[in-house]
């Protein structure tokens, strides 16, 4: 079974709109945290938003904000008021305590933010 | 600048030469970590190390592949005896090692073999 699901594998959104990336997981280690990387066409991986699982609120990190529903296992990235430098790939990634340091990636999403 | 530091940016070898792929990790991380990405896929991990140690080699391929964290310099991943599968995108991270700290990427390496 795949451990870390994107099922949108492109999308376009109007400039200045949000956007909502769908991110599911697969785990049994109740101890986690979920990652979500911008890869603009440049190829560089840049991190933009981190979920530890037993976190109580839901991270936000400025037009970021991560939609964390444990029980339905998923983690969707929500980007505010997208801009036209926000079209890259973005990719959602797990790691699990028991599994040590390493990430587990997503097949990613494709954004094109349309003017 | 402070970021993790990775060079070549573009290696380009022939079906059976070498390739060393170098890392420097962010000032004050002492955890590297290398994954694999193939065209229009996800990074794949292949090895964490910490200076002079490999922690967890579960994703390297069991032959040609090699990676070390020596001491002194960068990390270095290296591939011998080249194939055109090996192709790709090599990516190194590093981290302070903390259970719930994030891993910076650098700008990664493309290994093209003709």
């Known amino acids: 079974a795949q451990k870390i699901t994107q099922t949108q594998p492109g999308m376009f959104v109007q400039e200045k709109e949000a956007v909502t990336l769908d991110c599911t997981y697969d785990t049994s280690d109740p101890s986690y945290g979920l990652f979500w990387y911008k890869q603009p066409s440049s190829g560089e991986m840049i991190f933009l938003i981190y979920q530890g699982s037993y976190d109580q609120q839901n991270a936000t990190e400025g037009r970021y904000s991560l939609n964390f529903q444990k029980a339905r296992k998923s983690a969707n990235l929500v980007i505010s008021a997208s801009q036209l430098g926000d079209s890259a790939m973005y990719f959602c990634a797990m790691r699990e305590r028991a599994a040590g340091n390493k990430l587990t990636f997503g097949g990613g999403t494709r954004v094109l933010v349309k003017p | 600048n402070a970021g993790v530091m990775q060079n070549p940016r573009h290696l380009v070898r022939r079906r059976g030469q070498e390739a060393r792929l170098r890392c420097s990790p962010m000032?004050?991380?002492?955890?590297v970590y290398w994954y694999r990405q193939l065209p229009e896929e996800g990074l794949k991990f292949m090895v964490y190390?910490?200076?002079?140690?490999?922690?967890?080699e579960s994703g390297m391929p069991k032959e040609r592949f090699s990676a070390e964290f020596p001491k002194e310099g960068p990390s270095i991943l290296r591939i011998q005896q080249v194939v055109r599968g090996d192709s790709a995108a090599y990516f190194c991270?590093?981290?302070?090692?903390?259970?719930?700290?994030?891993?910076?990427f650098g700008p990664g390496t493309r290994l093209t073999v003709l």
């Open positions: 190390l910490q200076k002079e140690n490999i922690i967890d």
């Open positions: 991270a590093s981290s302070l090692g903390t259970p719930t700290d994030t891993q910076y």
């Open positions: 000032k004050g991380h002492s955890h």
